[in-house]
Nanobody, 126 residues
Framework: QVQLVESGGGSVQAGGSLRLSCEASGSTISWYCMGWFRQVGNTREGVATIDSDGITDYADSVKGRFTISKDNTRNTLYLQMESLTPEDTAMYYC?????????????????????WGQGTRVTVSS
């Protein structure tokens, strides 16, 4: 069982930056496929993933602006977000899949993730 707690969301102007954190407890995340998702309305989009071997993947909409990373010693997942636009406004969730990302990256279905945080809201104003 993994508990995930996100933090770092907030309000920022377009062009600004935010760093989201996801602190895990209950189990080490080092061997999980970890992902960041965002949700607007009923639509949940995979934003970035990082596999146990450190391989990352990004949605096209954030490629070059967002960076996913993890610190296995702190059991924490991060999402560094740069050059934010109003289109990045959403509730952001971290999730853990007790298996590899299997080379699918952000194409892994949200249903494949067993553990979710409560979310942190990001609002970007123009």
């Amino acid at each position: 069982q993994v508990q995930l707690v996100e933090s770092g969301g907030g309000s920022v102007q377009a062009g600004g930056s935010l760093r989201l954190s996801c602190e895990a407890s209950g189990s080490t995340i080092s061997w999980y496929c970890m992902g960041w998702f965002r949700q607007v309305g009923n639509t949940r989009e995979g934003v970035a993933t990082i596999d146990s071997d450190g391989i990352t993947d990004y949605a096209d909409s954030v490629k070059g602006r967002f960076t996913i990373s993890k610190d296995n010693t702190r059991n924490t997942l991060y999402l560094q977000m740069e050059s934010l636009t109003p289109e990045d406004t959403a509730m952001y969730y971290c999730a853990a899949r007790p298996a590899s990302c299997a080379g699918l990256g952000t194409k892994v279905s949200p249903y494949e993730y067993s553990y979710w945080g409560q979310g942190t809201r990001v609002t970007v104003s123009s």
